[in-house]
């Protein structure tokens, strides 16, 4: 089945102990990207990835890291979490960046930073 | 950068009704836009997408509008179902530079579908 999985599905960690969210998809898409979810805000673009060892900074970068070292894979890091960063986070992918290529999005994890 | 309005952000109809969600963007370089519905505990998953030079789209018992002067554009259900009730979420798509293109999404409208 073609999809997006995330791991874990739920988190809570403690301020400044550092994490990370696997993100993998099997449909050979070379755009990949994380969001974070809040209320009354939408969908907000984390970082992007149009290639493997290519990323770049979305429109709240701030406090994660990416990267994209295989085609299918890419982990959502927090060096050092606080609990702003408390959300609920997809990871999407999509076959190419032109126009018209909708978007696969995994199930969501939700993190809690206490 | 663009601006994704979205309204109303919450919305009840009876079952059989019709149901339509509203957005307006800001950049007039935007040239797609889908629509993500989002169902409890589940991802946004995209129902229907319309392209810059069409201006409705249609795809059983949903629809799309696009109206590019005025930078609005809008979804309707019809004849709507209780498992229609979930978030739907619009956005707009332009390139960037660098290549690839940016989808801006709107703030969500949780839609119920009252028996």
Redesign the interface.
Known sequence: EAQVTQNPRYLITVTGKKLTVTCSQNMNHEYMSWYRQDPGLGLRQIYYSMNVEVTDKGDVPEGYKVSRKEKRNFPLILESPSPNQTSLYFCASSRGTGVGYGYTFGSGTRLTVV | ?EN?E?HP?TLSVQEGDSAVIKCTYSDSAS??F?W?KQEL??????II?I?SNVGEKKDQRIAVTLNKTAKHFSLHITETQPEDSAVY?CAA?R?IT??????T????TQLKVEL
Do not use: H
């Open positions: 950068g994704v979205q952000s040239n797609y889908p993500y505990g589940k991802g946004p998953q995209l997408d392209r979420f798509s390139a660098g290549g690839g293109n940016k989808l999404f709107g703030t969500g």
